[in-house]
């Protein structure tokens, strides 16, 4: 950035200026892409976890049947053992 004499001129500066901006705007275009992606996983990931939590769900209302089945089936088990006595 400094000529031979060690001087720096403003069209070094400016012309560095430039760079930097380009390399900034780059920078900001990237980050955007990363954010949009970041973003639609995230989406995904919400989606997935209202799935697990309906799963949860259905197999709560499974267990609670299954729990009433058996205890059916134990009663029924204790009448038909003690009536064969």
């Known amino acids: 950035m400094a000529e031979a004499d060690g001087t720096v001129t403003l069209d070094l500066v ?6 930097m901006n380009a390399e900034l705007r780059d920078l900001q275009q ?7 992606r970041l973003g639609a ?10 799935r697990f939590t309906s799963f949860e769900g ?13 205890a059916l089936v134990v009663r029924i088990a204790e009448r038909v ?5």
């Open 14 to 19: 400016g012309a560095r200026l430039l760079a």
């Open 30 to 36: 990237r980050v955007t892409g990363l954010e949009t």
């Open 41 to 50: 996983l995230e989406a995904r990931f919400s989606a997935l976890e209202a």
């Open 58 to 70: 259905r197999f709560g209302v499974q267990e609670e049947r299954m729990t009433r089945l058996l």
């Open 81 to 85: 053992g003690t009536s064969a006595d």
